[in-house]
């Protein structure tokens, strides 16, 4: 309760001047993603445009059943950072765009078969899926992650196991082009099941996108002007 009062305080300080603002604050529901990026925003006085354009993405991204928090999180590591919002247009459909991806691997994985599939379960997956890609995993590495642990393990994986062993995948550092045999050369599938949680770590914000310049995008017409 107290986390959704602090979001609808904040998303009532925009509402003195957009009161869209509010509504699709209040539509995300409370998250400390959310909380940051609203509080963020109200200090670096960001343009009302910018905030309203990332809130409409993540309510869509929300509505299909997409881990949402990850664009808000990214959205306030570049306010945090002082990027000027007009210029992470870039960095902020590159990480659209990876969900996007981690959430069709992670449909074709149940449709193949992965069993116990809650929204919660998909939802986990997901962002799991996401932070393999991020980490430098490719579509094929991950789209033959599924039946090769089922090769070896003798039967069908929860989508729970799926999601962690795609976590547990360290491929820092290896070649991309090595090919989705190469899992099981780089870490037997019992320690992808089984080994601990290995530190998650976003990458920052790519130095062409730094300062007044850059490709803009659908997150509002009015990047980079503060509220008047």
Known sequence: ??????????????????????????????????QSFLKRSRERRVSEDFVLGVLREARQMKAQGEPHEALLLKANEGLAKGIAPRSMGPALLE?????????QLVDAAVASGAQEVTPQSRLKAIEHYRQALLYGASSEQLRELAPVLQKREGHALTLGEL??????????????????????????????????????KE??????????????????????KGRK
């Open 203 to 224: 990458r920052p914000f790519p130095k062409k996108n730094r300062g007044s310049g850059g490709a803009k995008a659908s997150f509002g017409p009015g990047h980079g």
């Open 1 to 34: 309760m107290l986390g959704l009062f602090l979001v609808l305080t904040l998303g009532k300080a925009f509402a003195q001047e957009n009161p869209a603002i509010a509504r699709e604050a209040e539509s995300l529901g409370a998250s400390p993603a959310l």
């Open 163 to 200: 999601g962690r062993a795609a976590q547990r995948m360290d491929l820092h550092g290896e070649q991309k082009n090595s090919g989705p045999k190469k899992i099981q050369e780089r870490r037997k599938a019992p320690d992808l099941l089984h080994h601990g949680p290995k530190e998650k």
């Open 95 to 103: 990480t659209k765009g990876r969900i996007r991806q981690a959430a």
